[in-house]
């Protein structure tokens, strides 16, 4: 069953932590991203990969690190340093960085 | 960065009726694609229409691309209350190796 997931569904982070989104894909395509959407809101872009151990800043990358040692995972890290982390993440995944991308199902970042 | 601006922001119609939405962009491009997003989903790829292409289909669907006046349309044929989601246009700025930009997205609703 090919595809891209992403875990877990739903995350809470605590003051002062960081926390740790997982994005795996088994479609064998070279490129993924990370976007971060708000209510209402179109999709912003965090960071992209276009090739394992590269990866670009997207639009809002401050508060956010990334890898990319694998081909198929891309995982994105939310730092004590982005003071407003609350929104859906979605990771997704092209064969090239203009083509077709296919979409996870989506983590929903909640602060307590 | 904005790139492409659907219009309208929502739009609520009868089921069996038609849903236009459009998108304008600034910029020269490549391609334009068009997404959907259910409610608290991933989005799913709808169709990839090229700078060189004037009009696609698939099934319901029905893209147009206007290069000159930097814009497209989606239509949706006899709406139905499952067409129920946001829509995005998604552009890349004409230059390789860039990553796609999405718009803020129409939201429709088709009531039955």
């Known amino acids: 069953d090919g595809g891209i997931t992403q875990s877990p569904k739903y995350l809470f982070r605590k003051e002062g932590q960081n926390v740790t989104l997982s994005c795996e894909q088994n479609?064998?395509?070279?490129?993924m991203y990370w976007y971060r959407q708000d209510p209402g809101q179109g999709l912003r872009l965090i960071y992209y990969?276009?090739?394992?151990?590269?990866?670009q800043k997207g639009d809002i990358a401050e508060g956010y690190s990334v890898s990319r040692e694998k081909k198929e995972s891309f995982p994105l890290t939310v730092t004590s340093a982005q003071k407003n982390p609350t929104a859906f993440y979605l990771c997704?995944?092209?064969?090239?960085?203009?083509?077709?991308?296919?979409f996870g199902p989506g983590t929903r970042l909640l602060v307590l | 960065s904005q790139q492409g601006e659907e219009d309208p922001q929502a739009l609520s119609i009868q089921e069996g009726e038609n849903a236009t939405m459009n998108c304008s962009y600034k910029?020269?491009?490549?391609?334009l694609q068009w997404y959907r997003q259910n409610s608290g989903r991933g989005l799913v790829h709808l169709i990839l229409?090229?700078?060189?292409?004037r009009e696609k289909h698939s099934g319901r669907l029905r893209v147009t691309l206007d290069t000159s006046k930097k814009s497209s349309s989606l239509l949706i044929t006899a709406s139905r209350a499952a067409d129920t989601a946001s829509y995005f246009c998604?552009?890349?700025?004409?230059?390789?190796?860039?990553?796609?930009?999405f718009g803020k997205g129409t939201t429709l609703s088709v009531s039955s």
């Open positions: 997704a995944s092209s064969r090239g960085i203009q083509e077709t991308q296919y």
């Open positions: 479609l064998n395509h070279d490129a």
């Open positions: 990969s276009q090739i394992v151990n590269d990866f």
């Open positions: 910029t020269s491009i490549n391609n």
């Open positions: 229409i090229r700078s060189n292409e």
């Open positions: 998604a552009t890349d700025a004409g230059q390789a190796g860039t990553a796609l930009i």
